[in-house]
């Protein structure tokens, strides 16, 4: 009984100690703050920009809208000389004689450049006639302009289609490349003053057709 009694009281005597050991170390340790100040606070990174910041979405210009038409467009303008004096085209004519640009000043002038292999071509070329006779008798002039071929072809093609309207020789292209006509058909629209007032690529249809002629020819209602 004795030994148990005496390892008793020492276990409860160390525990007293370790006590009494804790509290003197608590006692002499420095106070800490249990919270930072808010003025202290470190501040928020945030990886998002504010609303104020401009994002890239906010500063990249509008994407440009679809242009309805080559004479709406500024690169189409350029193409086509809309708006501006229309080239010097003097060329031999199928059949004898001379096309001269220059003559025909005072008349609203159709100019189509193209060659008899184009298919474009071909299918156009009823059109033209048709609106060739129609509108003669408001001084319109329509003249096609082949590219590179002799004269023996493209008098047969004009044959073939029952071209109402002169055409005219550009053996080495020469003139084509002078009105930027690189890809054939190419069209353009000339008034009475000798400007170009619209232009366009071919194969185009008779609603195209009119409305360059309408450019050309104020004052009259032209229809497909």
């Known amino acids: ?3 148990r009694l005496a390892i008793l009281v020492g276990l409860l005597a160390g525990i007293v100690v370790a ?3 804790l509290g003197a170390v608590y006692a002499l340790a420095p106070e800490s703050p249990t ?3 808010a003025a202290t606070a470190a ?3 945030s990886s998002a920009p504010s609303s104020d910041q401009p994002t ?3 500063t990249a210009p509008p994407s440009e809208e679809p242009l309805a038409g080559p004479s709406a467009s500024p690169s ?3 193409l086509f000389h809309i708006g501006e004096p229309a080239p010097a085209l003097v060329v ?3 059949g004898g004689g001379t096309i001269d640009l220059a003559s025909l000043k005072g008349k609203p002038v159709w100019v189509n450049f193209m060659a008899t292999y184009c298919p474009p071509c071909q299918d156009e070329f009823p059109l033209m ?3 060739a006779v129609r509108y003669a008798k408001d001084d319109l002039v329509v003249v096609a302009i082949d590219v590179k071929e002799d004269e023996g072809t493209v008098a047969a093609f004009a044959e073939s289609l029952a071209a109402t309207f002169p055409l005219g020789l550009d053996p080495n292209g020469s003139n084509a490349t002078a009105w930027d006509a690189l890809v054939l058909p190419v069209h353009f629209w000339i008034d009475r003053d000798g400007i170009v007032r619209d232009g366009a690529l071919g194969g185009i249809g008779p609603d195209i057709m009119a409305r360059g002629l309408q450019t050309v020819l104020p004052g009259v209602t032209v229809t497909p």
Do not use: D, H, K
Request: net charge neutral; proline share 12%.
């Open 1 to 3: 009984m004795m030994p």
């Open 19 to 21: 006590a009494l050991i």
């Open 35 to 37: 919270s930072i100040p």
């Open 43 to 45: 501040p928020e990174v």
């Open 56 to 58: 890239a979405s906010a």
């Open 76 to 78: 189409g303008s350029a």
């Open 92 to 94: 031999r004519q199928v």
């Open 129 to 131: 006639n048709g609106f």
